[in-house]
Nanobody, 124 residues
Framework: VQLVESGGGSVQPGGSLRLSCTAS????????MGWFRQRPGEGREAIAS???????AVVDSVKGRFSISQDNAKNTLYLQMNNLQPEDTAVYYC???????????????????WGRGTQVTVSY
């Protein structure tokens, strides 16, 4: 399985970007997909997740500004980011969890496939 992110770039505060993550296999076959980011000098943090049962979630810190969606017809996961702020500057990664037979919610520790990341820079 390969994941390829796109859509990153440089924007001014208040701007928007939509990140895309295209998978090499049917995204409908993946248990979970998610978005993570790594700010300069910090660890990787989970931002949003998409469960194979249709459940979508974003963390409280970006709720109301970021939204996640998945289009299985295009094998693509999206992250819509609005009202971007300088603190959103980071490398954004797409991740997936391949089916293992487990049940339960998406969990950051369970992702086993990663994209290479796309840079998002928010500045004046």
């Amino acid at each position: 399985v390969q994941l390829v992110e796109s859509g990153g770039g440089s924007v001014q505060p208040g701007g928007s970007l939509r990140l895309s993550c295209t998978a090499s296999i049917a995204t409908s076959s993946l248990y979970c997909m998610g978005w993570f980011r790594q700010r300069p000098g910090e660890g990787r943090e989970a931002i949003a997740s998409s469960h194979s049962d249709g459940g979508l979630a974003v963390v409280d810190s970006v709720k109301g500004r970021f939204s996640i969606s998945q289009d299985n017809a295009k094998n693509t996961l999206y992250l819509q980011m609005n009202n971007l702020q300088p603190e959103d500057t980071a490398v954004y990664y797409c991740a997936a969890e391949t089916p293992s037979g487990r049940d339960g919610v998406c969990h950051p520790a369970k992702y086993n496939v990663w994209g290479r990341g796309t840079q998002v820079t928010v500045s004046y």
